[in-house]
């Protein structure tokens, strides 16, 4: 891959999309109102690591896991939402 010049491109742009959306699912939660933004965003990194991963010939089960969260985060924030909705209008 040296040789291709692959490997120095590689290193160059390579970014870690499964931190990332684990990042993006821990702020979610901790922040309730914006989890039904930052879900989704966090849901679609995870799938862009699994598909970065795929092409790069390495398997891990964390992409698949930060999609697992990203999901959760996103019905916890969809909950509350509908939480705070039924409560302005049965108080």
Do not use: E, N
């Not at 999309?17 to 914006?34: D, I």
């Not at 909950?79 to 409560?87: L, P």
Request: hydrophobic share 55%; proline share 2%; aromatic share 10%.
């Amino acid at each position: 891959m040296t040789a291709g010049g692959d490997l120095a491109s590689t290193r160059s742009r390579y970014t870690d999309l499964t931190g990332v959306s684990f990042l993006m699912s821990l702020f979610g939660l901790f922040t309730c109102v914006f989890a039904v933004v930052l879900g989704p965003a966090a849901a679609w990194c995870a799938v862009r690591a699994a598909r970065q991963r795929r092409r790069m010939g390495t398997s891990s089960a964390a992409p698949v896991t930060a999609l697992i969260v990203a999901l959760l985060v996103t019905g916890l924030g969809l909950f509350f939402i509908g939480a705070m909705i039924y409560g302005m209008f049965t108080a």
